[in-house]
């Protein structure tokens, strides 16, 4: 028995979230609202549409007020407006000539209905705003694709949310998993879908659509979970791409055997920067600004054109840090970077003056 499964165990709860309906997992998953209005404002928006549609055709009936059995005043056009369109129909006001009845077939039968749809059409979506929101999930469980898991959304995480947000990635094509609810819901404020769970469980992993992920990032607070976390995502995602953060260096082996593309060491990542910093702290800021991709410069990835093709990098209009060849870097003193082939890709840096570039690909 593998050293995995062992240790699952112990993080495995007795509710498989994977077997429950689509309707349980409300508390668990958060798609979040384009307009989130409140259901007061949909009831207050819908009663003024009602409101106008009488005031319509009580101007509709009064117009027409020789065509009924009594002599109408405004007043009575509104009161017949009122009891038509609510389907009571005294019966003491009615239609009495060709016109009259016609008007009542083509205008406020018609009306009659699209009163009773705004209305009764009000009370479902109040009263089934759970039902809509299972719905909504469900279609979501079922057309996620190629998006990005953030499990953990401490100061790591959102760095990495915005850097993707900044690069041109939809927030909807973003997932946070994290069990701090506070952090949840600001992830639901930044449009993305959020879901609540531990990152170390199968079944939320499979909750967040980890099977047809495009990539996950781990950004847990400790390394030993991260670790846990990068196992039971291998397991599940053989092809997904892993991008772990780690906090020692003597913890990086074990992200990467644990099935880890790319491991970054944050402490000393931070360590190399507090001591750049006390002897050039320019270098410092402009390590910042590279690794700031909404202003300023930043590095980026773009596609060859076709005029590039069997070129040096190095004389390029861009400067070119390496070339992507087949999924492998080669920095641009290596002998592999000399020329330019068709299909390669430039690593190179990119000015954003505090707006996204328009990619050249």
Same mark, same amino acid.
């Given at each position: 028995?593998?050293?995995?499964?062992?240790?699952?165990?112990?993080?495995?709860?007795?509710?498989?979230?994977?077997?429950?309906?689509?309707?349980?997992?409300?508390?668990?998953?958060?798609?979040?609202?384009?307009?989130?209005?409140?259901?007061?404002?949909?009831?207050?928006?819908?009663?003024?549409?009602?409101?106008?549609?009488?005031?319509?055709?009580?101007?509709?009936?009064?117009? #027409?007020?020789?065509?009924?059995?009594?002599?109408?005043?405004?007043?009575?056009?509104?009161?017949?407006?009122?009891?038509?369109?609510?389907?009571? +129909?005294? +019966?003491?006001?009615?239609?009495?000539?060709?016109?009259?009845?016609?008007?009542?077939?083509?205008?406020?039968?018609?009306?009659?209905?699209?009163?009773?749809?705004?209305?009764? +059409?009000?009370?479902?979506?109040?009263?089934?705003?759970?039902?809509?929101?299972?719905?909504?999930?469900?279609?979501? @469980?079922?057309?996620?694709?190629?998006?990005?898991?953030?499990?953990?959304?401490?100061?790591?995480?959102?760095?990495?949310?915005?850097? /993707?947000?900044?690069?041109?990635?939809?927030?909807?094509?973003?997932?946070?998993?994290?069990?701090?609810? $506070?952090?949840? @819901?600001?992830?639901?404020?930044?449009?993305?879908?959020?879901?609540?769970?531990?990152?170390?469980?199968?079944?939320?992993?499979?909750?967040?659509?980890?099977? @047809?992920?495009?990539?996950?990032?781990?950004?847990?607070?400790?390394?030993?979970?991260?670790?846990?976390?990068? /196992?039971?995502?291998?397991?599940?995602?053989?092809?997904?791409?892993?991008?772990?953060?780690?906090?020692?260096?003597?913890?990086?082996?074990?992200?990467?055997?644990?099935?880890?593309?790319?491991?970054?060491?944050?402490?000393?990542?931070?360590?190399?920067? /507090?001591?750049?910093?006390?002897?050039?702290?320019?270098?410092?800021?402009?390590?910042? #600004?590279?690794?700031?991709? #909404?202003?300023?410069?930043?590095?980026?990835?773009?596609?060859?054109?076709?005029?590039?093709?069997?070129?040096?990098?190095?004389?390029?209009?861009?400067?070119? /840090?390496?070339?992507?060849?087949?999924?492998?870097?080669?920095?641009?003193?290596?002998?592999?970077? $000399?020329?330019?082939?068709? +299909?390669?890709?430039?690593?190179?840096? @990119?000015?954003?003056?505090?707006?996204?570039?328009?990619?050249?690909?």
């Amino acid at each position: 028995m593998s050293a995995f499964n062992r240790l699952r165990p112990r993080f495995r709860g007795d509710l498989e979230l994977t077997e429950l309906p689509d309707h349980a997992l409300l508390g668990v998953i958060n798609i979040p609202e384009q307009l989130a209005a409140s259901p007061w404002g949909l009831i207050f928006r819908r009663f003024l549409w009602a409101a106008a549609l009488m005031v319509l055709v009580s101007v509709v009936v009064y117009l #027409d007020k020789d065509g009924y059995s009594e002599d109408l005043t405004f007043l009575d056009a509104v009161y017949y407006s009122a009891v038509s369109l609510s389907t009571t +129909g005294y +019966g003491d006001i009615a239609p009495v000539t060709q016109g009259a009845r016609f008007v009542n077939i083509v205008i406020i039968t018609p009306a009659r209905i699209a009163f009773l749809m705004l209305l009764v +059409g009000t009370t479902l979506a109040v009263l089934t705003e759970d039902s809509r929101k299972t719905l909504q999930i469900q279609r979501w @469980r079922k057309t996620v694709r190629n998006h990005t898991i953030i499990i953990g959304y401490g100061t790591k995480g959102r760095s990495a949310v915005d850097a /993707l947000v900044a690069d041109g990635v939809n927030p909807g094509q973003i997932v946070v998993v994290d069990t701090n609810k $506070e952090g949840l @819901r600001r992830a639901e404020t930044e449009g993305l879908v959020t879901v609540h769970g531990n990152g170390t469980k199968s079944d939320v992993l499979k909750i967040a659509g980890v099977t @047809r992920a495009r990539s996950v990032v781990v950004a847990t607070s400790s390394d030993d979970t991260a670790v846990l976390v990068t /196992l039971s995502v291998r397991e599940l995602a053989p092809s997904v791409m892993i991008v772990a953060s780690v906090r020692e260096s003597e913890n990086q082996h074990l992200l990467k055997q644990s099935g880890a593309d790319s491991v970054v060491i944050s402490s000393e990542t931070a360590g190399r920067l /507090l001591g750049l910093a006390t002897v050039t702290p320019t270098v410092v800021e402009m390590m910042e #600004d590279l690794l700031s991709p #909404d202003e300023g410069f930043a590095v980026a990835e773009r596609a060859i054109a076709d005029d590039e093709v069997g070129a040096n990098p190095r004389h390029l209009a861009d400067i070119v /840090l390496g070339v992507v060849r087949s999924g492998e870097l080669y920095r641009i003193d290596s002998p592999e970077a $000399e020329t330019v082939e068709p +299909g390669d890709r430039l690593l190179y840096i @990119r000015y954003s003056p505090g707006a996204t570039e328009v990619p050249r690909d």
